[in-house]
């Protein structure tokens, strides 16, 4: 961190001057109505604190969507964003390279979605522990949630990078960006949607394979290729922002 100033800065504007810790506030006082009402409405008798079988799927499809939402919005530096200092300001007064910057943003999209996760597990294991989840769910709803959040954040950093000077355009990009995959997902073949995956796997069901020319793919590998391809195109997409914009 030292090494880079541009991840320094971002750390220092989040956790040391506290900017960034409204958007941990604001997935708890989510979170936390969510997991309560999804225990307490569907059974208002005698027993309404035995649990339900559904707990942890609300849980970690609302972990889901908050974790890729906040990942894009941090990502397109949307908190305290008159506090980070611009593009060219670091390669042209602060020497700092095109790929040191690359790195530094990414750097710092991961350490937040990985503290993000962090923050939400106490809401997961708990709701694992009331639906009596098995480990290796609960282990693959980790690994997915931090999946999902990288891959679809990175273009909340080709945004930033692409419309640096026009945030509004940046905003209705991430948002328009977010909304637009998750229904198109839902149209074209469900299997690729990542709530939709999600709950197959919570739920243990085997999604339809896709079928083009009479051969059959997995629904599983289909989903991840698809979603690895997504986040390959987003960071060679940020890349070639960020040359553009500091080169040009």
Known sequence: MRSNPVLRESIDIFFVE???????????????PVE???????????????GSASLFKVT????????????????????????????RNWTRDRGQSIAAIGRAQLSFLTLHVGLSVLLCAPFLIWAAAIA???????????????FYALGYGVWGLFALVQWERRAESRQVFIRCFFFTLIILSLILYLPLNPVAFLLAILARHELAPLTIAGSKWSATAVHLTGHL??????????????RRELTT
Do not use: C, K
Not at 61 to 82: C, I, M, P
């Open 60 to 87: 970690a499809v609302t972990v889901l969507l908050l974790t890729v939402y906040f990942a894009l919005r941090v990502a397109n530096q949307e908190f305290a964003s008159w506090r980070f200092q611009s593009l």
């Open 36 to 50: 309560f009402l999804s225990l307490y409405l569907p059974s208002l008798d005698a027993q309404m604190w035995s």
């Open 132 to 146: 009596r989840t098995p480990i290796f769910t609960v282990a693959i709803t980790f690994l997915l949630l931090l």
């Open 229 to 242: 391809l997504l986040g390959g195109m987003a960071l060679i997409a940020h890349r070639w922002a960020l």
């Open 18 to 32: 506290g900017h960034g810790f409204a958007v941990y506030f604001y997935m708890f006082m989510i979170i936390a």
